[in-house]
Nanobody, 124 residues
Framework: VQLQASGGGLVQAGGSLRLSCAASGRTLSSYHMSWFRQAPGKEREFVAAISRSGGTTYYADSVKGRFTISRDNAKNTVYLQMNSLKPEDTAVYYC??????????????????WGQGTLVTVSS
């Protein structure tokens, strides 16, 4: 499956952005989907994940209540709605697809397919 992330950009603190991840090559409903991010000089970290059906979601504590992950399997697309953005949210955001067991859903090793990343910059 090929993943294409988009929607990044420059936004002021307190603003919102919606990231999209479009899949091709295979139906997205076969995979759990996730978003990770990597800030300059830091390791990649888990942001959010959603189950195949969309019935279960997972969030990092740092984004809980501000970010919402969703999916539209008919459109083969996953979204990350980001509200109340903070400068510390600045990073390259990656979408990923895989079939990790629940205990690995927050680890990047659980996802074999990755998009190219989209840059989110939040100014103070």
């Amino acid at each position: 499956v090929q993943l294409q992330a988009s929607g990044g950009g420059l936004v002021q603190a307190g603003g919102s952005l919606r990231l999209s991840c479009a899949a091709s090559g295979r139906t997205l409903s076969s995979y759990h989907m996730s978003w990770f991010r990597q800030a300059p000089g830091k390791e990649r970290e888990f942001v959010a994940a959603i189950s195949r059906s969309g019935g279960t979601t997972y969030y990092a504590d740092s984004v809980k209540g501000r970010f919402t992950i969703s999916r539209d399997n008919a459109k083969n697309t996953v979204y990350l709605q980001m509200n109340s953005l903070k400068p510390e949210d600045t990073a390259v955001y990656y979408c990923a697809a895989g079939t990790p067991l629940t205990y690995r859903i927050r680890t990047d090793t659980g996802y074999p397919y990755w998009g190219q990343g989209t840059l989110v910059t939040v100014s103070s």
